[in-house]
């Protein structure tokens, strides 16, 4: 990996700048109700322009180098630093958004700007977190998901979805024809509710109840009501709402990036009743350079199903995997409109599927 390379994961931190960045460009003589929608724009308009411009990044790290750039403090280091980036911009923006003045429109612009961003440095960092056995890093990744109240996340992902990914099983790999506003509610009820009957059951097998200090998901509640009741406590009823609600943007932009990544994929059910393991066929993968940097590389989202301990910056590239037509910014809006979503991935599923029934 170059040096040019290794430093562009600094790219991620621009994303919450853009929060900022539109207050600045408010306090100039921007309409309070454009620059609260500006972050959006900023990730939904100009960010894939510059992700097509700069094209594709499919190169490996060497194998005989993966080990260095695994234990690399500069890569576990910017991780870790998301979350005082995180809590700081988002105790920001709360104070903005309380004493902006702002019309409901541009309310509803900053909320779902907050939200995604929280989307993007909470939640897809968290990702990264989560799957270490560090306990530091387990806990970083548990406040993370903590300050947008979708820390169920945390025992869902790595328990459930990565156990039934791309099975019926899974509620956070849709179906093919499945609309993305027919699957985004179910996946955040479902996925909630399963983290909380993951930590009964195995709790159960320990001989505890399901509501013991022990079940890590009564500890990152807690975490979570600290928040809200801080953010009431110093900004009001007010700032509690934008608390919450920019929690359930956040938790939100997660599962239609989830939709995204396995959308129309199946593992094989074999004679026994189980299914097929898990490869690098199972997932989306995009080589989009400039996205994949400000995502920690989420989008090789194919190896990272393969091999979920792989850390982002090792993680690889396969052409064999089903390949998406853009980065995830792209993505996600073609997403929110399920016709021309199916007009366009369509064709490559069942090509996919195709070339995959002749392999």
Do not use: C
Not at 28 to 40: E, H, K, V
Not at 55 to 82: I, K, Y
Not at 330 to 339: G, I, R
């Amino acid at each position: 990996m170059s040096r040019l390379k290794a430093f562009g994961f600094l790219l991620v931190f621009l994303i919450p700048a853009t929060l900022p960045f539109a207050a600045w460009l408010a306090s100039q003589g921007l309409a309070p109700g454009a620059a609260a929608w500006f972050p959006l724009v900023a990730l939904f308009v100009l960010l894939p322009l510059a992700d097509y411009t700069l094209g594709h990044d499919s190169l490996n790290v060497p194998v005989e180098q993966e080990r260095a750039f695994a234990h690399s403090r500069w890569f576990r280091g910017l991780t870790v630093l998301a979350l005082p980036v995180h809590l700081g911009v988002l105790a920001w923006s709360g104070w903005w958004f309380v004493g902006a003045d702002l019309s409901p429109v541009a309310m509803a612009g900053w909320l779902l700007s907050q939200g995604v961003v929280g989307g993007v440095l909470a939640i897809n960092t968290a990702h990264e977190l989560i799957h270490k056995d560090s306990r530091f890093e387990q806990a970083v990744g548990g406040l993370l998901l903590a300050s947008v109240g979708y820390h169920g996340f945390k025992v869902e992902h790595v328990r459930g979805h990565h156990v039934h990914v791309s099975t019926p099983e899974d509620a956070s790999s849709a179906r093919y024809g499945q609309g993305l506003w027919h699957f985004l509610p179910r996946a955040l009820l479902h996925n909630t509710r399963n983290a909380w009957a993951l930590e009964a059951t195995r709790l159960r097998k320990l001989g505890l109840p399901a509501l013991h200090w022990r079940n890590e998901l009564v500890g990152w509640t807690a975490a979570w009501l600290a928040m809200a009741a801080a953010m009431t406590a110093w900004l009001g009823v007010v700032g509690l709402g934008f608390f919450l609600l920019q929690g359930l943007f956040a938790a939100s932009s997660l599962e239609i990036i989830n939709y995204i990544e396995h959308y129309g994929l199946e593992r094989r059910k074999l004679p026994d009743g189980r299914y097929e393991r898990t490869t690098h066929l199972h997932s989306w993968n995009s080589d989009y350079r400039l996205s994949n940097l400000m995502l920690f590389q989420l989008q090789r989202h194919s190896d990272h199903h393969a091999f979920p301990k792989r850390p982002y910056a090792i993680l690889r590239h396969h052409a064999d995997s089903p390949q998406l037509p853009g980065g995830y910014a792209s993505m996600f809006v073609l997403a929110l409109v399920p016709p021309l979503w199916f007009r366009v991935i369509h064709p490559r599923v069942e090509a996919f599927r195709a070339r995959v029934a002749t392999a």
